[in-house]
């Protein structure tokens, strides 16, 4: 199993939960986050002298898939999110030595 964090554009929310949801993953945590990267912050469209913004509103969503799904998933969310500017956003990937529900006590991927 691999958990799977991905900042990213806030406009990008809903075609990234339709992404997880068609590799059967139905289960993920979503934040509003701020930062900034290579970006450093700046929007073209906000290049006030006197403003100084160098944080930027993104979406944290983290997942837990298996194994053999994440070559798919890596390759539909570089499709689906990459606009090919900076500020699309990364993709962490660690590995995920267990996994338990809580409600029923079931572990690895019948819990998922």
């Known amino acids: 199993m691999k958990k799977v964090e991905i900042i990213t554009r806030p406009?990008?929310?809903?075609?990234?939960?339709?992404?997880?949801t068609a590799h059967n993953c139905h289960g993920m945590t979503v934040s509003?986050?701020?930062?900034?990267?290579?970006q450093r912050g700046y929007v073209a469209e906000m290049n006030?002298?006197?403003?100084?913004?160098?944080?930027?509103?993104?979406?944290?969503?983290m997942t837990v898939i298996e194994d053999s799904e994440l070559d798919k998933v890596l390759t539909d969310i570089y499709e689906a999110l990459g606009t090919g500017t900076v500020g699309d956003g990364k993709v962490f990937v660690y590995d995920v030595v267990e996994v338990?529900?809580?409600?029923?006590?079931?572990r690895g991927e019948k819990a998922l």
């Not at 406009?11 to 997880?20: N, S, T």
């Not at 006030?48 to 969503?61: A, D, S």
């Open 11 to 20: 406009d990008k929310l809903e075609g990234l939960k339709e992404l997880l």
């Open 32 to 38: 509003t986050v701020m930062g900034c990267g290579t």
């Open 48 to 61: 006030l002298p006197e403003l100084n913004i160098n944080l930027l509103p993104k979406i944290f969503v």
């Open 100 to 106: 338990m529900r809580i409600r029923t006590g079931e």
